[in-house]
C-alpha cells in the first residue's frame, strides 16, 4: 500500500506539470494509478475500504473526483487490453477522458470556487 503510494505519486510527478498534481489531471492519474495498483497487490475490497477512509472530511468535490478516479484505477485489471501495465492503462484512459479532474480552480488550484465543476480529463 505505501510502496504503491509512493509509485504513483513519483510516476504522477514525473509525467505532469506541479501545476496539475492536486485537483487537476496529475491528480486524476496519480488516485486512478494507485488503486490500479493496489488491486493487483492487496485487492479491490481493502483498495476501496483505505480509499474510502481516506476521504472521510475531505471537500465534497474534491472526494467526489477522488472517489471516481479510485474506482476507475480499481477498474484495471477487468478492463485493461491484454500485456498492458497499469500505468499504461490509466494514461491511455486519462487522454481518452475516462478520468476525471476539477476545473476552474482558484488559487493554488486550492480554491474551490462555485462555479467549479468535475469534467472529463480530455477536456
Do not use: C, W
Not at 476501496?48 to 479510485?70: P, R
Amino acid at each position: 500500500y505505501l510502496t504503491n503510494a509512493k509509485q504513483a505519486e513519483e510516476t504522477a510527478s514525473s509525467k505532469y506539470p506541479a501545476s496539475s498534481l492536486y485537483n487537476g489531471k496529475g491528480d486524476a492519474f496519480r488516485h486512478a494509478y494507485f488503486h490500479a495498483l493496489n488491486s493487483i497487490t492487496i485487492g479491490s475490497e481493502l483498495s476501496l475500504k483505505l480509499g474510502n477512509a481516506h476521504e472521510i472530511g475531505s471537500d465534497l468535490t474534491e472526494k467526489a473526483m477522488d472517489l471516481y478516479n479510485n474506482a476507475f484505477g480499481r477498474s484495471y485489471l477487468q478492463n485493461s487490453n491484454v500485456g498492458e501495465s497499469a500505468s499504461e492503462f490509466i494514461s491511455r484512459s486519462l487522454s481518452n477522458g475516462s478520468l476525471r479532474y476539477l476545473y476552474p480552480l482558484g488559487i493554488n488550484n486550492t480554491v474551490i470556487p462555485n462555479v467549479t465543476q468535475l469534467i472529463p480529463t480530455n477536456q
